[in-house]
């Protein structure tokens, strides 16, 4: 059974960092292209970034690109998202997902989320 | 990378069908065979329901069918169930491995 555990959110004040991670298992983690999308209050999806299964390859949505970086570590089976300057709007809900690389379809597994609350 | 536009509300009655659609531009939808859509309800994560416009993966009902012209991606929904009340996304290729999703769609049965 897939299955992906997200951990890291919490709350933080404006231009703070936090550094998402996302346990993978049931599936082979190395050879499957990773993403992160987030969904703010009360808001609809947005794809924030993915990551090919070697790593070599990092795509941003473009409301994200400069402050937050996207990478793994095949050996643990682990997704991260490094958040620097946070803003408000980046009050989300963070999901970590399966898929988004090339020859994906779209994201075929979710984890449950972790929120990430940024605000003084 | 503007968001997809979809309805904000559609609604139905048990064993009615109902269309939720998705609009997007020549970059996107109109682009790529790369359209999916997610069913989400409160409090959950999002589930995969359709991909490549009309795909059903592993587990998903029959009920659930998936259309693309143009523009625009379409998701039916024949036989609606009260466990179909949800809200649904659709989700599309953008190119340069980016992805856009759409407002989305809340189901009700009424």
């Known amino acids: 059974e897939v299955q992906l555990v997200e951990s890291g959110g919490g709350l933080v004040q404006p231009g703070g960092s936090l550094r998402l991670s996302c346990a993978a298992s049931?599936?082979?983690?190395?050879?499957?292209?990773m993403s992160w999308v987030r969904q703010a209050p009360g808001k609809g999806l947005e794809w924030v970034s993915s990551l090919s299964a070697a790593g070599g390859r990092t795509y941003y949505a473009d409301s994200v690109k400069g402050p937050f970086t996207i990478s793994r570590d095949n050996s643990k089976n682990t997704l991260f998202l490094q958040m620097n300057s946070l803003r408000a709007d980046d009050t989300a809900v963070y999901y970590c997902?399966?898929?988004?690389?090339?020859?994906?379809?779209?994201?075929?597994?979710w984890g449950q989320g972790t929120l990430v609350t940024v605000s003084s | 990378q503007s968001a997809l536009t979809q309805p904000a509300s559609v609604s139905g009655s048990p064993g009615q069908s109902i269309t939720i659609s998705c609009t997007g531009t020549s970059s996107d939808v109109g682009s790529y065979n790369l359209v999916s859509w997610y069913q989400q309800h409160p409090g959950k994560a999002p589930k995969f329901m359709i991909y490549?416009?009309?795909k059903r993966p592993s587990g998903v009902a029959s009920r659930f069918s998936g259309s693309k012209s143009g523009n625009t991606a379409s998701l039916t929904i024949s036989g609606l169930q009260a466990e179909d009340e949800a809200d649904y996304y659709c989700c599309s290729y953008a190119g340069s491995s980016t992805w856009v999703f759409g407002t989305g769609t809340k189901v009700t049965v009424l």
């Open positions: 997902a399966k898929g988004g690389g090339y020859g994906d379809a779209g994201f075929d597994y």
């Open positions: 049931g599936f082979t983690f190395s050879s499957s292209a």
């Open positions: 490549e416009g009309n």
